[in-house]
């Protein structure tokens, strides 16, 4: 089985952990005077920082656990401290000084010692003759306390919040949010409005595609690559804008509604996939940019099914796993999963490129001009699981709902598990590859920095 997630929510007399497979779901009772959980690490190794998690945000031991370095501890927090238990008020922090960090992709040397800074993580390794060695990750610099913060919000008050918590990715989000308001008013969306929202999933897939590219181009100085790409990156953001009101299409995915600008969608789908073919065949004659790329952030096959990875990262080494795959409207467009075998960041271009021209065939047909209306009605308590296939892979969304009101947020981007992999895919490369290796893995700490 594939574990895609592990958390805990407080029950009134117990903690209660849910570990999620894609088999099936086991839920334990952990006794809230002395929390104690068995680890599956060693079984699981993305488990580990599922399991960190839970303790710094609930208190609960790990036993037999593979690492137990805090993960979202701050040093602003009060000693065992816990800030998803129910009884945890802001008074709870300590109002310090708060650490600065660079927002720029700088490297400072310090000795044998390098760190460099990615967003809102921290990179720290050892080099050798420039190799790196040792390397790990130091993450949620950011956190947001977005779980916490939704806590008690309805549904509707709750959804501007999710949809911005990544923006690259905010068509997923939404739609993952939406299937849980659809599951918890036992409603089912008409044909015509999830046609609406598969133009705009794929869509978003296609800007966050070119952007990577882009940007690989430009860490092994194919600039000439990396600007036309990132043009043609730009010119669908302003699209969407166009068709949404917002560069990332904010609040986009409704059960209402209409597209703008039929023609110029149609207009700029059909001049991107002939930019595209173009393209192809200029860096299938670039030998030099393919080396570049060649064994490169190298990621075996053994080691992507240990961490349960998904999306590009799983169909580069040919590990059949793509949600889309099981939806009958993809299907009915004749959807063909994208695969590669080598693992490296040559893989990683080429499934994006495959999958843009995938997305480009799938919404084509989808560009319509027709408003159907459609009322999602009362919202009915219980627990939900919604799973979309982002640009980025699997996403997990979990809401547990009381009295109408969200009584536990969980997320599980698939961040979360790619950036446990970069020891696994950073050491023994140069440290002038680790801007290259790290732009070709999907890595959005934002979202998973929570």
């Not at 999602?376 to 919604?386: A, K, L, Q, R, T």
Request: aromatic share 12%; proline share 3%; charged share 25%.
């Amino acid at each position: 089985m594939r574990l895609i997630a592990r958390f805990a929510q407080e029950q009134e007399k117990y903690f209660e952990v849910i570990t999620v497979y894609d088999l099936k779901v086991v839920k334990e009772r952990i006794n809230k005077k002395t929390p104690i959980l068995l680890s599956i690490a060693k079984e699981y190794p993305s488990a580990v920082w599922f399991e960190r998690k839970m303790l710094d945000d609930f208190g609960i031991k790990i036993l037999y656990g593979t690492n137990k370095p805090s993960l979202v501890y701050h040093k602003q927090m009060v000693a065992e401290t816990y800030p998803m238990r129910k009884g945890y008020r802001k008074k709870h922090l300590l109002y310090e000084k708060p650490l600065l960090f660079s927002a720029l992709n700088t490297s400072l040397s310090l000795g044998p010692t390098q760190a460099y800074h990615l967003e809102s993580s921290q990179f720290r390794f050892i080099e050798k003759n420039n190799t790196m060695t040792q390397f790990n990750t130091k993450n949620f610099y950011k956190h947001r306390g977005i779980e916490k913060m939704l806590e008690g919000l309805t549904l509707e008050e709750a959804r501007p919040i999710v949809e911005r918590i990544s923006g690259s990715m905010s068509m997923a989000y939404q739609l993952a949010y939406l299937d849980i308001e659809l599951q918890a008013s036992k409603k089912e969306l008409p044909m015509i409005i999830k046609k609406r929202h598969l133009f705009f999933l794929e869509l978003e897939r296609i800007l966050n595609h070119l952007f990577d590219m882009s940007l690989i181009c430009q860490f092994v100085e194919f600039k000439e690559g990396a600007f036309f790409l990132m043009k043609l990156h730009e010119e669908g953001r302003e699209l969407l804008k166009k068709l949404t009101g917002h560069r990332y299409g904010f609040s986009t995915i409704t059960i209402d509604g209409s597209l703008l600008s039929v023609e110029e969608s149609d207009e700029y789908l059909f001049y991107l996939e002939q930019e595209l073919l173009w393209f192809e065949k200029w860096i299938s004659k670039e030998d030099y940019f393919w080396k570049k790329l060649l064994n490169q952030g190298v990621l075996l096959k053994k080691d992507i099914e240990a961490y349960g990875l998904v999306g590009l990262m799983a169909r580069s080494v040919d590990i059949d796993l793509d949600r889309r795959q099981n939806d009958k409207l993809y299907m009915e467009y004749d959807f063909c999963r994208a695969s590669e075998y080598t693992g490296d960041v040559s893989a990683r271009f080429k499934i994006r490129l495959t999958e843009i021209f995938t997305s480009l065939s799938l919404i084509k047909p989808l560009i319509k001009n027709r408003v159907f209306p459609f009322f999602i009605g009362s919202i009915m308590d219980g627990e939900y699981y919604s799973y979309v296939e982002s640009s980025s892979g699997e996403l997990m969304m979990y809401i547990s709902i009381k009295n109408q009101k969200i009584e536990r947020f969980f997320l599980r981007d698939p961040s979360f598990l790619n950036a446990q992999i970069l020891p696994h895919v950073m050491n023994g490369n140069l440290i002038t590859s680790l801007g290259l290796i790290s732009k070709s893995i999907p890595l959005s700490f934002s979202a998973s920095d929570l």
